[in-house]
């Protein structure tokens, strides 16, 4: 779930930052992605808006995290798990199922009991996926700042990588 919350980071998105990380039955990474405009498109000229007429908001353009991890996946998703930061709407779930992903852990169910939540969860119980809430938990970033010199030049090189910290 860190990996998802990590690339929820990447989103524009300012109302809604989604992640997704897919692994397959050996935990390895195969997949990942956030919600965002489809590549080529620039994030400045279109809206980030949800409110007004439709072609002025965010949804005719947002690609939804989970497709994105699916279509940025490295091999066959017959049987892997979908770590995803918010519960999947219903036109993500039918990519999920079709995919062949048989488990989704999600943070965030923010949309439970609307019609898209109650028709995604009646087509996941349907196929058989599964799908549990994640416990909450809190994530610190901390910045490293690594100082090296090189035996040709007295010059600095400042990097900053990413610790992550999660606590349960």
Not at 31 to 54: A, K, R, S, T
Not at 66 to 86: G, R
């Amino acid at each position: 779930m860190g990996v998802a919350l990590l690339s929820s980071m990447r989103s524009k998105d300012p109302n809604t930052q989604v992640g997704a990380c897919i692994v397959n039955p050996k935990k390895r990474i195969i997949g990942i992605g956030y919600n965002g405009l489809p590549f080529g498109c620039n994030d400045d000229e279109f809206p980030w808006v949800n409110q007004g007429e439709f072609l002025d908001t965010k949804y005719p353009y947002v690609v939804h995290a989970e497709p994105n991890a699916i279509l940025n996946s490295t091999e066959k998703l017959d049987d892997c798990t979908l770590y995803v930061t918010l519960f999947p709407c219903n036109e993500c779930t039918k990519l999920i199922i079709q995919a062949g992903i048989k488990e989704i852990v999600y943070l965030d169910d923010k949309y439970a009991s609307t019609n898209t939540d109650l028709a995604a969860k009646k087509m996941l119980d349907s196929a058989k996926v599964k799908y549990r809430k994640m416990k909450p938990f809190k994530v610190r970033i901390e910045k490293w700042l690594i100082i090296s010199k090189t035996s040709l030049k007295l010059s600095k090189i400042v990097k900053f990588p990413l610790k992550l910290v999660l606590s349960f």
